[in-house]
């Protein structure tokens, strides 16, 4: 019965190894690379997504015109409303990190190593809220796992106190600029 069940362990085992090969294509100990859409997974992003609440009219993707979510396509150019939803939600679930670029440019900085990382705040205009595609950083735990960061730049994003905190914490040998 031992001998059985030992044998049934190494073959559980095997069977696995051999799927994370299939999988990655490389040994089990190798981490597959990450795409930007795997790393907004690791973020949590679907379950974000899932959260955001739209406003009862929002911009079509396509042409900037009103659609609503009990639409099937925008009233002026006939592009699937359902397009524009997850457009809308991904935007506002990126925004607190300062939207989609910003979490490009985090993403980019993470695969690369980078030793520097600039996230400017959304430009100054005449506009009462952000840009559609880019917010002011509040939520900076993307950012602490950048360990080889050894220059931060933040300028001019309205930060909470706790959240400087925790990133002055995660990386202690980068010089951050608020």
Do not use: W
């Not at 379950?47 to 009862?56: A, G």
């Amino acid at each position: 019965m031992k001998v059985f069940a030992i044998i049934a362990g190494a073959l559980v085992t095997l069977v696995v190894a051999c799927l994370m090969l299939m999988r990655y294509g490389g040994s089990p100990a190798e981490e597959p690379e990450l795409n930007f859409e795997g790393y907004l997974k690791v973020l949590g992003f679907e379950e974000k997504t899932e959260q955001v609440s739209l406003p009862l009219l929002f911009p079509c993707k396509a042409c900037d015109g009103e659609v609503s979510e009990s639409g099937n396509t925008c009233p002026s150019c006939d592009h699937p409303v359902s397009g524009s939803i997850m457009f809308h939600k991904v935007l506002l679930a990126a925004a607190p990190y300062g939207g989609v670029k910003s979490l490009k440019a985090i993403f980019e900085a993470r695969k690369s190593g980078a030793a520097q990382l600039v996230l400017p705040p959304p430009e100054e205009d005449d506009a009462p809220e952000p840009t559609r595609f880019h917010y002011p950083i509040t939520d900076l735990s993307p950012l602490a796992e950048l360990k080889g960061l050894k220059e931060l730049t933040l300028t001019g994003n309205p930060i909470p106190d706790g959240q400087k905190a925790m990133l002055n914490k995660a990386l202690p040998d980068c010089v951050i600029s608020y």
